[in-house]
């Protein structure tokens, strides 16, 4: 299956959810909290990239969850109405159960239709190995698997922004193997750049190169988080200038023009570029203030990643992931955070979901396109 037909499904399926979410978003959220719908999953803080942006393979290495705990956690009836999983790490692929515990999820998450999978495609052969086995899972279970590999740069690029020697030639290697993949399972195969200093005034021949290799890449601004990435110490060091400025509007306001039915993620760059170049706050909702949480390899339960106070609490120690979401208390949280919080954030996760929220003014935005 060529690559843009892929795409075209996937849009064409998240059309349809944008119309069946748009009465829960606007209406019943306003009169009691929804389900989750999306998770996202850290299942490793382990890193094998020094990433130049990332403190995450500093971190200290804990004991994570087994299959048998994440089995019971799972056992939750909240899962139930979960329809998009992403894992992420740290590394995925470090996990050595990791095809085991996709199968889990799959079995467990009743409603799952969309699985995706992020990796720094440092390690090409056990890549390979564990995708397969995942794609004959997902193609068997007709679960859309996705497939995002980290490319920030070309060549030496990469190399330095990844803090690994070679690290792009081990990527390309990956790429290669999983088209090749693809074309027997037809899952979806992209790749993720961090939009950084380190990275902004090659971003066009990263395009290029994305272009040439016929894949689908996408962008994430640079963003400091106490959490997860745990960055901040890193913030001085690695901002964006004075200097990055001129080429750094350029390049939203690039990716903001590329406007289509099915370019869900222009609405959001356009929103990006409202932030960076007029000060104006964030419009774009996250779905992770809406219908989402985090579960992580600790069993932690955070409403988001970006912020300390967003952990709320622990389903393996502590109560059940069910009396974590709806608790009176978290919920406060999660407005608070809303409210406070988002309107300055530019994280890009799920947003493609979150447009559901706005369809009138997404639909708007569309016929004003140039």
């Not at 988001?304 to 967003?310: D, G, I, Y």
Request: hydrophobic share 35%.
């Amino acid at each position: 299956m060529k690559r843009s037909n892929i795409i075209k499904k996937i849009y064409s399926k998240q059309l349809i959810q944008l119309l069946k979410g748009f009465f829960d978003y606007n209406i019943m959220a306003h009169f009691r909290p929804l389900p989750p719908r999306h998770i996202l999953m850290p299942i490793t803080y382990r890193c094998n990239a020094r990433c130049v942006m990332c403190n995450i393979w500093k971190m200290p290495i804990k004991a994570e969850l087994t299959i048998g705990q994440i089995d019971q956690i799972l056992a939750d009836d909240i899962f139930r109405s979960v329809e998009t999983l992403t894992i992420t790490g740290g590394e995925p692929i470090l996990r050595d159960d990791l095809v085991e515990l996709v199968a889990l999820f799959i079995g467990k998450l009743t409603r799952l239709n969309q699985l995706t999978i992020t990796t720094n495609g440092l390690l090409p052969d056990k890549t390979i190995q564990f995708i397969q086995k995942i794609a004959q899972t997902c193609l068997k279970n007709n679960i859309h698997l996705s497939v995002s590999v980290s490319v920030d740069g070309v060549g030496e690029v990469h190399d330095r922004i990844r803090g690994i020697p070679g690290a792009f030639e081990k990527i390309e290697k990956a790429i290669s193997q999983l088209k090749e993949l693809q074309k027997e399972y037809g899952f979806y195969l992209g790749g993720g750049c961090v939009v950084q200093p380190s990275s902004l005034h090659n971003l066009s021949d990263l395009e290029q190169w994305h272009k040439k290799n016929d894949f689908d890449g996408s962008f994430q601004l640079l963003g400091f988080h106490e959490t997860y990435v745990a960055n901040l110490e890193k913030k001085d060091e690695i901002s964006f200038t004075e200097k990055d400025k001129k080429a750094l509007l350029t390049f939203i306001e690039k990716r903001a023009k590329d406007r289509s039915l099915f370019n869900f993620q222009s609405y959001y760059w356009h929103d990006m570029l409202q932030m960076y170049k007029h000060g104006k706050p964030r419009k774009t909702v996250c779905p992770m203030m809406m219908d989402a949480f985090v579960l992580d390899a600790y069993g932690d339960v955070y409403w988001c990643l970006s912020e300390p106070e967003a952990k709320i609490g622990n389903c393996l120690s502590g109560p059940s992931c069910s009396d974590i979401y709806y608790s009176p208390d978290n919920l406060k949280v999660r407005k608070y955070i809303r409210e406070n919080k988002c309107p300055n954030c530019n994280s890009g996760c799920l947003t493609r979901f979150g447009i559901r929220s706005e369809i009138f003014g997404y639909l708007w935005y569309l016929l004003l396109r140039q």
